[in-house]
């Protein structure tokens, strides 16, 4: 790496792009995508700290990501002190992870209900509990991610964001958006709690919520003064966002869409990675929810993505493909 654009702790991080962690979604095979596709730092979906105190298969499973480029970090989430310390050490002797991330911003009631994701958001005393505990008994670098807060009467992002630092972690990242609000609103219109808490730590901070374009990216970026954008949905089925996201914020110059053949080409390489990660049994299954994003907007998507979702094996869903490619060549009128 010549030249990084911010550290974490000591890993040097390429670009201002992260991958946001999302569950089902950011496994191995979709983080080896996101790597090759230039996001400069990838986050794993959430891992359950009691799923590896218990050595669940399907948890341990889930922390392989071996031959993902570095650096990468792997997210955890629980809502008790000793077994995120626990899964934290756990991360740190038996995976590739660069990074380890607490998820302090899940919405789910079967998560917060235990008191974890944003359910430590009430509590920035709390917080620091858990992030000094668990900064401390591992080497590599601890980020936490969180929300605005739990709901508009608990907007604890300023204290909850120092308790982080003074906790001894490396990082922060915010979602714009509360707890309460779910998905719902638009994380644009509260961008500027980012520029607070960019001026209440010293820590990098990153951003995010509804960065949809490159130039959300920018916006977001000028307009807050934080280290790193964060992009989640946008980068569904679409890796060139990070793409082109990191050439934009690199040269102001706006790369154009990829033609369908490349976004199938992806989705191939995706469909294949699934396999190797999964099986062709479940793999198939997996990649109907990916699907629909790298058709969007191919003509004649709505026929080829139902054939997808019906296949149930990966030389099914390459057969589909190709024809598909195939009648693109030839302009057939059918599609
Ligand atoms: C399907 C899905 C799964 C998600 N899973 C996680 C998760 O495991 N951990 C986490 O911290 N956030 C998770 N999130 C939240 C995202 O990381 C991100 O904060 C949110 O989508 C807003 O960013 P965006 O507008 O760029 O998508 C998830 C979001 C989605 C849509």
């Not at 972690?169 to 960019?198: F, I, N, P």
Request: aromatic content about 6%; overall charge negative; hydrophobic content about 45%.
């Amino acid at each position: 790496m010549t030249n990084p654009s911010f550290h974490i702790g000591s890993v040097p991080i390429e670009n201002r792009i992260v991958l946001a962690p999302m569950a089902g979604i950011t496994n191995k095979a979709f983080l080896s995508i996101a790597k090759q596709f230039g996001a400069g730092l990838v986050v794993s979906e959430m891992i359950s700290d009691k799923g590896i105190e218990f050595r669940n298969e399907k948890t341990l499973s889930m922390l392989d990501f071996e031959g993902v480029p570095h650096p990468l970090s792997i997210q955890i989430f629980g809502g008790d002190a000793k077994t995120l310390v626990e899964a934290a050490q756990f991360v740190e002797a038996n995976t590739v992870a660069d990074i380890i991330d607490i998820n302090m911003g899940c919405p789910v009631p079967k998560v917060t209900k235990n008191e974890a994701g944003s359910r430590l958001l009430l509590d920035p005393d709390k917080v620091y509990n858990v992030v000094s505990q668990v900064a401390h008994a591992i080497t590599i670098p601890l980020t936490v991610k969180i929300r605005l807060g739990w709901d508009e009467e608990h907007l604890y992002y300023v204290e909850n964001a120092k308790a982080i630092e003074a906790g001894g972690a490396s990082a922060v990242a915010m979602h714009t958006r509360t707890k309460a609000q779910a998905y719902t609103g638009h994380a644009k219109d509260r961008w500027e709690a980012l520029r607070e808490l960019k001026e209440a730590v010293h820590i990098p901070v990153i951003g995010n919520g509804d960065i949809k374009t490159p130039e959300d990216a920018k916006e977001m970026l000028d307009a807050t003064g934080i280290d790193a954008v964060m992009i989640g949905r946008a980068a569904l089925g679409n890796p060139w966002m990070l793409t082109r996201t990191a050439h934009y914020l690199e040269t102001g110059e706006l790369l154009p869409e990829p033609p369908v053949e490349e976004k199938i080409a992806t989705a191939k390489a995706h469909l294949q990675n699934l396999v190797d990660l999964k099986g062709d049994f479940l793999a198939p299954k997996e990649f109907r929810q990916h699907a629909p994003h790298y058709l969007r907007g191919a003509p004649g998507a709505a026929r080829i993505k139902k054939a997808v979702n019906e296949a149930e094996t990966q030389e099914e869903i390459l057969a589909i493909f190709d024809q598909y490619l195939l009648q693109l060549q030839t302009h057939v009128s059918a599609i």
